[in-house]
């Protein structure tokens, strides 16, 4: 889930080939952060929510019973072998077949203004360039409705006073000499949201194999006349 440059191609190849193998990779990792941030965003019967990065389709499947036959889910990812095994599992799971998902480079969101109650990313905000992470999140506040809100999960920095684990600089270390395999980085998730007009209602800190995970519920910023 990045801008569409030559290392962005080099991601989506990368994820189309890993893409039946996603979920022995990463997600019985990553899964009960995933989780735990849909919990947060506590999506209801009727809402229109978009999920970014939707990966092999797991929290689509729980968005898509969150909302009902009422409501309205959509996912956007880089990656077209994500997007057939998330429809896969998408049929499997009996889900409704109006879910509108999309392969594409973010940004922009290829949705009009106000189009969602709720936006969730689960270890994506870090894919992106840190040079693009402010224009997703506009993008983010762009696409969500009036009083919507934001959840998402990412790799989180070293709280201060806290040491890095040997597991943590080393993946530090892959990351800085093999992005394109080791493509998370470890971001300070809740200074983007609030340098970038995102209100935080929650935040709650886990880890992954000693490593540190943030998990946030936001808002964009309520304007105010002098705005």
């Excluded at 965003?41 to 978009?50: D, I, N, S």
């Excluded at 998902?101 to 992106?128: K, M």
């Excluded at 360039?129 to 997703?136: A, F, L, N, Y």
């Excluded at 519920?217 to 105010?224: S, W």
Aim: hydrophobic share 40%; charged share 25%.
């Amino acid at each position: 889930m990045q801008s569409d440059t030559q290392d962005q191609s080099a991601a989506r190849h990368f994820y189309d080939r890993i893409s039946h193998a996603y979920d022995l990779l990463a997600d019985a990792d990553e899964h009960e952060a995933r989780e735990r941030s849909l919990k947060l965003l506590a999506a209801k019967p009727g809402e229109a929510v978009l999920e970014i990065g939707f990966g092999t389709g797991h929290s689509l499947v729980a968005l898509a019973r969150a909302v009902g036959s009422t409501g309205n889910v959509c996912g956007v990812d880089i990656s077209e072998g994500m997007r057939k095994v998330a429809e896969e599992r998408l049929q499997k799971e009996g889900t409704s077949p109006t879910i509108d998902l999309r392969v594409a480079a973010v940004p922009p969101l290829p949705w009009p203004d106000a189009s969602f109650d709720a936006v969730t990313l689960s270890f994506t905000l870090e894919l992106f360039p840190p040079g693009d992470i402010p224009r997703v999140l506009s993008e983010i506040k762009r696409v969500l409705k009036s009083g919507g809100r934001l959840s998402l999960a990412s790799m989180a920095k070293v709280a201060t006073g806290e040491s890095e684990s040997m597991l943590e600089r080393t993946y530090q270390w892959m990351h800085q000499h093999f992005p394109h395999i080791v493509d998370c980085r470890p971001i300070d998730a809740v200074s983007l949201l609030r340098n970038n007009g995102f209100e935080i209602k929650a935040e709650e800190r886990m880890t992954i194999w000693t490593m540190p995970v943030t998990v946030v519920l936001a808002a964009p910023e309520k304007m105010t006349p002098d705005s």
